[in-house]
């Protein structure tokens, strides 16, 4: 048994879309707009990024203040809010 085909066009080949040869020309003014939250991680991922290309140096000083942190006579409101106002000094 055979079978012809029913018309001369080739089903296997795509039809191009009238107006799809050339890019709208009048849509020049793309944009993108990233919300809050995504800018949020990113610059965190920016710091732990920066936190892990810095240099393995510190590591003696980071024991220290592991050690100061683990003395409950070190950590008091002094030193907390001394330690607030840093890190909100170095973010803003």
Known sequence: ???DRLN???PIQPKKPAGASRADRSSRNDSVSLSS???EK???YRAFELAKAAPEERSARI???KALIDDPAYLNDAVINMTADRILDQLL
């Open 1 to 3: 048994m055979t079978i």
């Open 8 to 10: 001369p066009l080739d």
């Open 37 to 39: 939250e995504a800018i």
């Open 42 to 44: 990113a610059e965190i």
């Open 63 to 65: 024991e220290q203040l």
